[in-house]
């Protein structure tokens, strides 16, 4: 091709490079936006996670602080009152209930691990059977957390010594409260992050005489542990 053509067009091969050229460029805008887009996702998940778990780990906080030394439970055969109830994946007690839930009195509450689920259910303690503890309270538990790969509870109180204990999966004396409380979580996501979580119980060992509410078989006055034989 002469000069005279060159300074009137491109070559056919000149528009298939630009042509090209622009492909990539348009491909590698792309990639990047893709890429940005992506990378926004991921943190407005790990922000709303994280939103999550802040929630989830105040209500824990602030009904496992505030159980109290009420028994929602008695063994007339060996005369025990069931004060705390508690196992590696649940755990019932007795406490005061956010909001407008808090008018009925204090609330029979339990926390599970259900499969990849934390969950929180109540009922009111006036009237609580516990063969039948959903009786009054048909509706479901709510769910506080999903996409749990495992976790677990534990507890501490003093030992034989007086002295701070070790942290147990199982707590055996269900006549009383724990000193603490420590809730361990781990998610299916990578990551996804469960704080250290360990709640001190307020009332600790002893049962405010205000609190002392009368249940069935339980005479007024009587503290948990206490049989009525020795009541003089």
Do not use: C
């Not at 528009?15 to 990378?39: D, E, P």
């Not at 002392?212 to 948990?224: E, H, V």
């Amino acid at each position: 091709m002469n000069a005279s053509a060159r300074a009137h067009g491109f070559t056919l091969l000149e528009v298939l490079i630009a042509i090209t050229l622009l492909a990539l460029l348009i491909a590698m805008a792309f990639g990047t936006l893709r890429g940005a887009v992506a990378t926004t996702h991921a943190g407005e998940r790990i922000v709303t996670w994280t939103n999550q778990t802040r929630t989830v780990q105040e209500f824990l906080r602030r009904q496992l602080s505030h159980a109290m030394s009420i028994p929602f439970d008695r063994q007339e055969d060996i005369g025990e009152n069931r004060v705390f109830e508690a196992s590696r994946d649940e755990l019932r007690f007795v406490g005061p209930m956010p909001g407008h839930l808090a008018n009925g009195g204090p609330h029979v509450q339990w926390i599970t691990v259900a499969g990849d689920e934390l969950l929180f259910d109540h009922a009111q303690l006036n009237g609580y059977d516990p063969e039948h503890p959903k009786a009054n309270n048909p509706r479901d538990p709510v769910r506080l957390m999903a996409g749990i790969s495992s976790a677990h509870f534990e507890y501490r109180g003093l030992d034989e010594n007086g002295e701070l204990g070790e942290w147990l999966r199982e707590w055996d004396n269900v006549q009383q409260l724990p000193l603490m409380v420590r809730v361990v979580v781990e998610f299916e996501q990578e990551n996804r992050v469960w704080p250290d979580f360990e709640v001190p119980v307020l009332a600790g060992s002893s049962m405010p005489t205000m609190f002392r509410m009368r249940r069935p078989g339980l005479r007024p006055g009587l503290r948990p542990g206490e049989n009525p034989g020795e009541i003089q």
